[in-house]
């Protein structure tokens, strides 16, 4: 049998990284798996804000922690719904109130703009460094 100890990350104190090409987004980094290139963070995103359209190298999974918002074709989300996204393209989401995101990513995620520019790219590396940079707890 494998002895494990549980594993908690005290979030209270740790801020939201901005990305400064997504306004109104930022990232709370929870955790990296650097080997199997898997990355975890919950994503803020402000009222009436948009977290632009994603592409994704692999799984990502999402739930909806608090608020509602809905994706730009009009499917609508709210608290407590968990939104998949795989490998591919996907539209952005349109945030109606303050909307909190835990998630967990397999690979990278790139965001882009309407112009297909890359706009931030989440990935294990990138998250590594937002919590370098984060307080101590």
Known sequence: MVE????????????????????GVGFKPMN?????GIWSAVI?????QTLPARHHTALCECLVVLGSGR???????????YLREENGVYEPLHAKDE?????????????VGTDESTQFVAEV???????????EQ
């Open 4 to 23: 494990s100890s549980n594993f908690m990350v005290p979030t209270a104190h740790r801020p939201y990284t901005a990305v400064e090409t997504m306004a």
């Open 32 to 36: 990296t798996l650097e080997e199997q």
């Open 44 to 48: 803020r995103v402000e009222a009436g």
């Open 71 to 81: 994706y730009e074709s009009g499917q609508s989300f709210a608290s407590g719904d």
């Open 99 to 111: 909307l909190v995101f835990f998630v967990t990513h397999h690979g990278v995620c790139r965001y």
């Open 125 to 135: 590396e990138s998250i590594q460094k937002m919590l370098e940079a984060s307080p």
